[in-house]
């Protein structure tokens, strides 16, 4: 069974930076293009950045491109994704998943995935 364990998310003031992390147990995270998605209060799961599985292209939601980087690490074990330049419009629970459209914005996990982690909270706030 796919399991992923999303770390590193705290409280930041805007203009700070985080740097989440994201672990796979039971496969091998670099196999996949795998995706960063968020979460706010009321609102839809979005899909914010994502790096392909052979070539390691990025691609990053309008919202985040220019201060969010997402890359593999580690050895190509974990998949990361830097925040920085935060705003308070960045504070939702962060979560790391495959994606299946992962391409000029386009950042979508499998139809019907459901192994979502608990996901890490990032709170951006003066």
């Known amino acids: 069974q796919m399991q992923l364990v999303e770390s590193g998310g705290g409280l930041v003031q805007p203009g700070g930076s985080l740097k989440l992390s994201c672990a796979g147990s039971?496969?091998?995270?670099?196999?996949?293009?795998m995706g960063w998605y968020r979460q706010a209060p009321g609102k839809q799961r979005e899909g914010v950045a994502c790096?392909?599985?052979?070539?390691?292209?990025?691609t990053y939601a309008d919202a985040v491109k220019g201060r969010f980087t997402i890359f593999r690490d580690n050895a190509d074990t974990t998949v990361s994704l830097q925040l920085n330049s935060l705003k308070p419009e960045d504070t939702a629970v962060y979560y790391c998943?495959?994606?299946?459209?992962?391409?000029?914005?386009?950042?979508?996990?499998?139809?019907?995935?459901?192994?979502w982690g608990q996901g890490t909270q990032v709170t951006v706030s003066s």
């Open positions: 790096i392909s599985s052979s070539t390691d292209e990025t």
């Open positions: 039971g496969f091998t995270l670099n196999n996949f293009a």
């Open positions: 998943a495959p994606s299946v459209n992962c391409w000029a914005g386009q950042i979508s996990p499998p139809a019907g995935y459901h192994d």
